[in-house]
């Protein structure tokens, strides 16, 4: 099956620092998505891109589907950025939505 | 407020015992899943429904089955728990598309 690595696995900032996260995947996709798990578990939904750029707010997403990475970039980070964030995908074969994901990005925003 | 409701969140189990996981979405949507979470390991999916009526083996199901009761509600049922299934699982639906994953809050489960 499709395989999904997320870099950097750990990362620590600044309150107002920018960060950029990466999302590798092996095979073409029809179906991309970021998301962000807060301190308290819960999953929300940041980003559907399998290709192509968006902006919501401080973040932005870039997919280049041909190159097979997707990047977050998040701008003026605040302390509740903070959470892991997940990135997943569905190989171009697939018919249900079924998403793979990486083992995400463990993100830490200090004050 | 719509979304995806699981029930129960916490639930400690004896090796052993069985019990059933409860989710149920209002947004009309006709894909629904159950992944797991453990650490380190992202979100790996169990079963999943791609529209009511039918269910499908995602990449771990041993010693799970699911039942997808009406369009709103899908269930995780685990027979005969073990300690391997100790973990946060979570119910997410979709439509599809743009529209992206909605999910649950998660139970957090334990069995000793």
């Known amino acids: 099956g499709i395989q999904v690595e997320q870099s950097p696995p750990d990362l620590i900032l600044q309150e107002g620092a920018n960060s950029t996260l990466r999302c590798n995947f092996s095979d073409s996709v029809n179906n991309l998505q970021w998301f962000h798990q807060n301190p308290w578990g819960q999953l929300i939904n940041l980003f559907y891109i399998p290709s192509g750029t968006k902006q919501n707010g401080r973040l932005s997403a870039t997919t280049v589907a041909t190159e097979r990475y997707s990047l977050l970039y998040i701008s003026s980070s605040q302390t509740t950025d903070s959470g892991v964030y997940f990135c997943?995908?569905?190989?171009?074969?697939?018919?249900?939505?079924?998403?793979?994901f990486g083992k995400g990005t463990l993100l830490t925003v200090n004050p | 407020n719509a979304g995806v409701t699981q029930t129960p969140k916490f639930q400690v189990l004896k090796t052993g015992q069985s019990m059933t996981l409860q989710c149920a979405q209002d947004?009309?949507?006709?894909?629904m899943y159950w992944y797991r979470q453990d650490p380190g390991m992202g979100l790996r999916l169990i079963y999943y429904s791609a529209s009511e009526g039918t269910t499908d083996k995602g990449e771990v199901p041993n010693g799970y089955n699911v039942s997808r009761l009406n369009k709103r509600e899908f269930s995780l049922r685990l027979e005969s728990a073990a300690p391997s299934q100790t973990s946060v699982y979570f119910c997410?639906?979709?439509?599809?598309?743009?529209?992206?994953?909605?999910f649950g809050s998660g139970t957090r489960l334990t069995v000793v």
């Open positions: 997410a639906s979709t439509t599809g598309g743009i529209y992206g994953y909605t």
């Open positions: 947004m009309n949507h006709n894909s």
């Open positions: 997943a995908v569905e190989g171009s074969g697939g018919s249900n939505y079924k998403l793979t």
